[in-house]
C-alpha cells in the first residue's frame, strides 16, 4: 500500500518503546477526584450540585444552556467537599468539583440507545449528554462537529489513528486491545453526519495493527464503507490538517475547518467514546493516557477517573525517581503544558503524563534568528515562522495577521528544527491572543 503524508513536519525521537508493549491498566479506586467544571472549548459551564450532595458514578454535576456547551459527570461515586478554584494543566486556575470517594460504587449510566434507529437529533443529544469533546485536541464539542450545516455536507469520515506526539502510546493500545469499539463510534458517526467513506488513518510505525483493524472494519462497520490509509511517520501527522491532506488530498483553506472540504476528523478516543456513550449509556468519566519519561520507572498505558491528581498515582499505581524528575508535562512534549507539580487533576483530553528527567528537559538559551529557513520547510501550515517571529517582536500585529499567525497550530515543529532554540511556538501562542483581543476591540468599536 503507498504511504502517504503532508508536505513539512519534522521527526522528533518517537521515545514510544517505553511504553508500546504495555498492556492498558485499568484504575477504578481512588480516594478522591478533583473534577474541572470546565474541559471544553465552549461556554462556561455551573455546578449542578452542592457541597455535601451525594453523588453517583456518571452522574451528571455541572452543566449550562448554549450550543457550545458539554456537561460533566462524577467519575467516582461518593460526597462532594469543595467546590472551589484548583491549578489545571493549563497552569490557570479554574473552578473545580472536589469529591470524596465511598466504599460503595453506586453508578447511574443512560439508557442504551441503537445509533441507528434513533433520529438525528436523538444521537447528537446523546453524544452532548454523554459529555463527548475532541479527546485528541483542544475538547471541541463533538455534538457540535458532528452537526454541520446543511451547505456543508460531509463526505469523509476521518479517524486519527497517527498518534504522533512522542512517548504517547494509549491510543495504539486502545486500537491493538478493543480495536472493533473505535471503528463502531466510526460507523456512528459516519451515519450522523452522512459520510459515504471512512478512513482510518494509520501512521506506518503502528503498521503492525494493519490486520486487526481491518479484522474489526469487517465485524463492527455496520456496512459502512471504512478503508485504512498508512501514513509515513512524521510530526504532526495527527494534525486536523495534515491528516485530511495525507488521507484525502485535500486542502482546507486558511482560517477554514474540515467540513469545508467536506471532511468530519475524530481521535480514536473520541471515537471509542461514542461507541460507548450508546452500547454502554456510558459518559465520559475515565481517560486514557500514558504515563512514561526518563523519570518514570514503572511506564504505563492507564484509564483512570476523570479528576484523578496527576500526584495520586504515585507510588501505589506507578512510580518514579524523584531526584532524577525535572520536568512534568501533561500530554506529549510538543505540544503538552509543562506544569510545576503533580498536584493537578487529568482531565478528558489528558493523553500523556510524562515525568521528564535532566537529558529530556533540557533547556537552551535562546540566539538570533540566522534565516536559515528550516522553520518553513517543517511548517505544515505553509507559513514563514521565521517573519512571523519579526512581526511579533516588533509588536506588528496587522503583519502578523497578514502572514498567518492565527493559522499556525501550535505544533512546535519549527521550534523543534531552530538551530537558534528560538521558542518560536510559545511566541505565536501568544500572539495569536493579541490578534484576537485586538480584533475584537475593532469589532467593538464598529459597533458603536
Known amino acids: 500500500m503507498t504511504k502517504k503524508t503532508f508536505r513539512g513536519g519534522a521527526h522528533p525521537p518517537e521515545r514510544k518503546d517505553q511504553s508500546k508493549n504495555i498492556n492498558i491498566e485499568v484504575l477504578r479506586k481512588v480516594s478522591q477526584v478533583v473534577i474541572p467544571i470546565n474541559q471544553h472549548f465552549g461556554a462556561p459551564l455551573e455546578a449542578l450540585v452542592a457541597v455535601g450532595d451525594k453523588v453517583k458514578r456518571g452522574q451528571k454535576i455541572a452543566d449550562a444552556d448554549g450550543r457550545m456547551t458539554v456537561p460533566v459527570h ?43 434507529t434513533v433520529s438525528k437529533d436523538e444521537a447528537l443529544s446523546r453524544i452532548r449528554e454523554a459529555g463527548i469533546i475532541g479527546i485528541g485536541g483542544a475538547g471541541f464539542p463533538a455534538h457540535v462537529k458532528f452537526a454541520p450545516p446543511p451547505n456543508k455536507p460531509i463526505e469523509f469520515v476521518i479517524a486519527n489513528a497517527a498518534e504522533c506526539e512522542p512517548y504517547l502510546t494509549i491510543d495504539e493500545r486502545l486500537m491493538e486491545e478493543r480495536p472493533g469499539d473505535f471503528i463502531d463510534g466510526m460507523a456512528i458517526v459516519m451515519h450522523i453526519v452522512g459520510a459515504t467513506r471512512g478512513i482510518v488513518g494509520l501512521e506506518d510505525n503502528k503498521s503492525h495493527l494493519y490486520d486487526s483493524i481491518a479484522t474489526a472494519i469487517k465485524e463492527r462497520s455496520s456496512g459502512k464503507d471504512i478503508s485504512i490509509q498508512l501514513l509515513r511517520t512524521k510530526y504532526p501527522q495527527g494534525g486536523e490538517k495534515m491528516l485530511i491532506t495525507a488521507a484525502t488530498g485535500r486542502v482546507v483553506p486558511s482560517g477554514g475547518l474540515p467540513m469545508d472540504v467536506a471532511c468530519v476528523v475524530s481521535n480514536v478516543g473520541t471515537l471509542r467514546a461514542v461507541s460507548e456513550a450508546f452500547r454502554k449509556g456510558k459518559p465520559v468519566i475515565d481517560t486514557g493516557l500514558t504515563i512514561a519519561g526518563g523519570a518514570c520507572l514503572s511506564p504505563k498505558n492507564a484509564i483512570v477517573p476523570v479528576g484523578t491528581l496527576a500526584q495520586d498515582l504515585f507510588p501505589d499505581f506507578s512510580q518514579y525517581d524523584e531526584a532524577k524528575l525535572k520536568r512534568i508535562v501533561m500530554g506529549g512534549p510538543m505540544m503538552g503544558p509543562a506544569v510545576p507539580s503533580l498536584n493537578v487533576p487529568l482531565q478528558k483530553n489528558t493523553s500523556g503524563l510524562l515525568l521528564m528527567d535532566e537529558a529530556e528537559a533540557k533547556s537552551f538559551e535562546e540566539g538570533p534568528c540566522i534565516r536559515c529557513g528550516r522553520c518553513m520547510k517543517a511548517c505544515p501550515c505553509f507559513l514563514s515562522p521565521a517573519l512571523l517571529n519579526a512581526a511579533l517582536k516588533a509588536s506588528n500585529l496587522d503583519d502578523a495577521e497578514k ?46
Open 403 to 448: 502572514i498567518g499567525v492565527i493559522d499556525c497550530i501550535e505544533c512546535g515543529a519549527c521550534s523543534f528544527v531552530c538551530p537558534s532554540h528560538i521558542q518560536l511556538v510559545q511566541r505565536f501562542r501568544v500572539g495569536k491572543q493579541l490578534v484576537r483581543v485586538k480584533k475584537q476591540k475593532e469589532a467593538q468599536r464598529a459597533g458603536k
Open 74 to 116: 462524577a467519575s467516582v461515586a461518593g460526597t462532594v467537599k469543595r467546590i472551589e478554584p484548583r491549578l489545571l494543566a493549563n497552569n490557570l486556575e479554574g473552578p473545580c468539583i472536589i469529591i470524596e470517594a465511598s466504599a460503595e460504587d453506586d453508578t447511574v449510566f443512560m439508557p442504551v440507545m441503537d445509533p441507528f
